[in-house]
């Protein structure tokens, strides 16, 4: 098992949720840059860590840590292979990607061949830990059939590699909706992505997941305004009758999208939707509680179990992937231990 702890482990706490991962025996954590597994090294975390996109020009640092990359490219390849070099380390971990339709990284197939042959000239500094590539669509059934192509594809490809070398090198395909579409191409690893935090692009897997994240923030401020008064930025809120308006602390430079303003989205107060009201701001945000018995002080639930991240997303046309990523360092991250 793999799990993908990038982007701040998507917006909920790298070094904390990658420290609990460990204590769970997970096999491999991925990350998208060197800084981010850096981080979680400097953390105390002895898990391996794959890089998925490397920089060349710290290949220097990902030794110093013990990160295993991600090669895509013969350019890299002999890059990183000097590196080890000059270490003067030997059998250096590294994980070879081919590209089978996502166009995005990985070795074109007609490369196969010269990659091979840079492999075995290097085999001293270097030894492939796993062969992998990346599905395109798994959370689409409308591209089922290029899905099966791909995996059919990488059987093919893989085989080309490991077949040369004469120990036992992992392979692995699947992301998070891969792992509940697709298990008949699990092969020796999976990556678990968005799943581990409670959210499936297709329906039936998200009922089968629990909410793992809350953001919530608290009511600052309460005024009454009248009929026909306007609330915010540019004047954009306007009340249709005399109103009760809450501040909450919480604004774009904290990850809560500006296109959820004038009541794109609804928050919970006291378990009643309080839709937004007027723009929402860099700091702060208004929502009509009119109708709702509340104080300062009230706990206000910006998306949960209840108001989901999936639907946040979907009333903007985003996914939650962007919103769970966009969630400001600066919001305070407290972890819950349940038994």
Known sequence: ???MVKAFSYGLGTFEVAEELEKEG????????????VEIRKAGVKTPIMVMNPE???????????LSPVIFSLKNLRLFVEQVEKHQLTQYPINIKIDTGMHRLGFHPNELEQLVVDLKSAEKFVKVDTVFSHLAATDEPTHDVFTNQQAKLFEKLSLKIIDQFNYKIDRHLLNTNGIARFLNFQYDMVRLGIGLYGVAEDDFTQKNLKTVSTLKT?????????KGDTIGYNR???????????TIPLGYADGFNRLLSNGKW????NNKKAPIIGNISMDMSMIDVTDIDCCIGDEVIVFGEKNSITEMASRI???????????????????????
Not at 218 to 226: D, G, L, M, P
Not at 266 to 269: I, K, P, S, T, Y
């Open 1 to 3: 098992m793999m799990v």
């Open 26 to 37: 997970v096999d491999y954590l991925g990350v998208a840059n060197i800084l981010e597994g």
């Open 56 to 66: 060349a020009a710290s290949f220097d640092l990902m030794i110093k840590h013990q």
């Open 218 to 226: 608290k009511i600052s401020h309460i005024i009454s305004v009248e």
């Open 236 to 246: 954009k809120g306007r009340v249709t009758k005399n109103s009760k308006i809450a």
């Open 266 to 269: 609804e928050v919970l107060v």
């Open 317 to 339: 046309k985003t996914i939650a992937y962007e919103l769970f990523t966009i969630i400001s360092p600066r919001v305070k991250r407290v972890f819950y231990h349940k038994k």
